[in-house]
């Protein structure tokens, strides 16, 4: 069974190494951790807030919530590393046994600007959950990359 994937995308006033650069080294900046973070799902109820988002910037490196309580937690892992054109990553950001996701993110140069490519695939690895994943993320990443794209272009 395939199931079709996310595909979304923004353009910002930024040309493509910038727009790669603000979101893979900047993604602690711009990323709506208040709404889409572990420390909001994996310790619900608790004070426990997120302290800064690092994306390690490799094939292999990981993105890491830095949290309040001392803990550092994986969103996913770097699985093709091409800048500035496009990654791919290993999407797992939660503490569930089910394995992981992939998101790619693409950079396209378009003069001035960038149109930035999300796609987010392999929902058939989670089984009879799937849909639920999916209907969530179809949203939430709509707000992220509008966050993304809002950071991008303010500090342009």
Known sequence: MSIEPITRSVTVAREAEQAFRI?????????????????????????????????????????????????????????????????????HPNASDRPPTEVEVRFIADEDRTRVELEHRGWERLGPDWAESRSSYASGWIATLGRFRDHADEAA
């Not at 889409?36 to 994306?55: I, L, N, T, Y």
């Not at 490196?61 to 969103?75: D, F, Q």
Request: hydrophobic share 40%.
């Open 23 to 91: 979101f893979t080294e900047e993604m602690g900046s711009w990323w709506p951790v208040e709404r889409f973070s572990r420390a909001r799902s994996d310790f619900e109820g608790e004070d426990v807030k997120v302290e800064r988002v690092e994306f390690q910037t490799r094939v292999g490196g990981r993105i890491l919530e830095h949290m309040s309580n001392g803990r550092t937690l994986s969103w996913g892992e770097v699985l093709e590393w091409e800048p500035p054109r496009r990654f791919v990553l290993a999407w």
